[in-house]
């Protein structure tokens, strides 16, 4: 299968501080990824889509002006949680989905990243 | 009504036992579905896709009903190593995630 790969992996920061988080896809180019945050015995909610070239798609009652991604090329997408507060603790996880010419027998797969843990102080 | 629903669980078995999980989505025109499993801090890594025709690897089921929209993972001769929470995903076209099912496989 594919590899997405996330840096860090693990991230302490002061309150009010900006957090950046890389996804890679990186045997592949992605022209969709994807941003989920996960808090503790829960499941991953669905932040946004990440297009390639264009502004990202939010999901209700996400702020994309707390929350900025950029997908600046197909194996690159980062998540900048801006003015980073305890709240924002949580498991970020990105995802990658293989393009139609992709990977053989991929086809509509999402691969994911380790995630992220981000604990704000 | 969430868009996919899982039985919360948990599941604790002993070794060898026989597990079913449950999962329904609410809509009807979702185009594929998987079972993912996720280790405590870790990704979700894809189990198994489910097809129409149901499909099976090794101890581990799957099943969809589309007109029902239910789908279904059965694992037989539950291992230790089965311990993991198992998450129902639909792709809508985006995936979208069950809450999922915590399973305990106890010696």
């Known amino acids: 299968g594919a590899v997405v790969s996330q840096h860090p992996s693990w991230v302490i920061c002061k309150s009010g501080t900006s957090v950046k988080i890389e996804c890679r896809s990186l045997d592949f180019q992605a022209t969709t990824m994807f941003w989920y945050r996960q808090f503790p015995k829960q499941s991953l909610m669905l932040m946004a889509t990440s297009n390639e070239g264009s502004k990202a798609t939010y999901e209700q009652g996400v702020e994309k002006d707390k929350f900025l991604i950029n997908h600046a090329s197909l194996t690159l997408s980062t998540l900048t949680v801006t003015s980073a507060h305890p709240e924002d603790s949580s498991f970020y996880i990105c995802?990658?989905?293989?393009?139609?010419?992709?990977?053989?027998?991929?086809?509509?797969?999402?691969?994911f990243g380790p995630g992220t843990r981000l604990t704000v102080l | 009504r969430k868009e996919v629903e899982q039985d919360p669980g948990p599941f604790n078995v002993p070794e060898g036992a026989t597990v079913a999980f449950n999962c329904t989505y609410s809509?009807?025109?979702?185009?594929?579905f998987f079972w993912y499993r996720q280790d405590c801090r870790k990704e979700p890594k894809l189990l198994m896709s489910v097809y129409s025709s149901g499909n099976e690897d090794g101890r581990f089921t799957a099943q969809l009903n589309r007109a029902s929209q239910y789908i279904s993972l059965l694992i037989r001769d539950s291992k230790l190593s089965d311990s993991a929470t198992y998450l129902c995903?639909?792709?809508?076209?985006?995936?979208?995630f069950g809450a999922g099912t915590r399973l305990t496989v106890k010696p």
């Open positions: 995903v639909v792709n809508i076209p985006d995936m979208r």
């Open positions: 809509n009807s025109a979702s185009q594929s």
């Open positions: 995802s990658a989905r293989v393009p139609p010419a992709g990977l053989a027998g991929s086809y509509n797969e999402q691969f």
